[in-house]
């Protein structure tokens, strides 16, 4: 059984810097894409930023130039380093898993997500 397990998010200031994590386990032969995405209070779910295997990157306009999403394949683990935070990043950010290989097949994956709130 895979499971997504995030941790780094929590309160700081407007300006400040966050790091998220996301920990993929299981029997994980391959993973395509990795990324995060967010969601603020009233709104849809929205793209925040994706890895593919090969080391692709997209981004949301919203962040580019302040938030960096790198992975580990070698730990199925992917990053989101966020600098400069506005109260407008404030949202629940949730780690999704594109393509994911086990043995049993191929599927997308969900983590329970982890708040984020940029306030003074």
């Known amino acids: 059984q895979v499971q997504l397990v995030e941790s780094g998010g929590g309160l700081v200031q407007p300006g400040g810097s966050l790091r998220l994590s996301c920990a993929a386990s299981?029997?994980?032969?391959?993973?395509?894409?990795m990324g995060w995405y967010r969601q603020a209070p009233g709104k849809q779910r929205e793209l925040v930023a994706r890895?593919?295997?090969?080391?692709?990157?997209t981004y949301a306009d919203s962040v580019k130039g302040r938030f960096t999403i790198s992975r580990d394949n070698a730990k199925n683990t992917v990053y989101l380093q966020m600098n400069s935070l506005k109260s407008e990043d404030t949202a629940v950010y949730y780690c999704?898993?594109?393509?994911?290989?086990?043995?049993?097949?191929?599927?997308?994956?969900w983590g329970q997500g982890t708040q984020v709130t940029v306030s003074s």
């Open positions: 999704k898993t594109e393509r994911l290989w086990v043995a049993s097949g191929v599927g997308d994956y």
């Open positions: 299981g029997s994980i032969l391959s993973i395509n894409a």
């Open positions: 890895i593919f295997s090969g080391g692709r990157t």
